[in-house]
């Protein structure tokens, strides 16, 4: 009923920077909180930032002042704006929405992921 498709992933070098776009479509009344989580290879997934759909922002300490959480209400889509990048940011970064649904009910749903790549 609702898709999250992520976009933006790439190879970037140290230093460099990459913006990822989560695009949610479907039967969406309201979105309340979104966020990205990322995984890499042996590691449990992490979160890296939330933001609700009052723009109250949370980030993991390991990505404060590099990364930005930022939406779109009315396109139903949310970035990361990801500065200053560090080979230990190398995942998969996956998109999270908390969706009331135009039916009824409320349910998470997960994009598919992105690959973030930062080396040299």
């Known amino acids: 009923q609702v898709q999250l498709v992520e976009s933006g992933g790439g190879l970037v070098q140290p230093g460099g920077s990459l913006r990822l776009s989560c695009a949610a479509s479907?039967?969406?009344?309201?979105?309340?909180?979104m966020g990205w989580y990322r995984q890499a290879p042996g590691k449990e997934r992490e979160l890296v930032a939330t933001?609700?759909?009052?723009?109250?922002?949370n980030y993991a300490d390991s990505v404060k002042g590099r990364f930005t959480i930022s939406r779109d209400n009315a396109k139903n889509t949310m970035y990361l704006q990801m500065n200053s990048l560090k080979p230990e940011d190398t995942a998969v970064y996956y998109c999270h929405a908390y969706v009331l649904l135009v039916t009824s009910g409320a349910y998470n749903y997960w994009g598919r992921g992105t690959q973030v790549t930062v080396s040299s």
């Open positions: 479907g039967s969406i009344f309201s979105i309340n909180r």
């Open positions: 933001i609700t759909s009052r723009d109250n922002t």
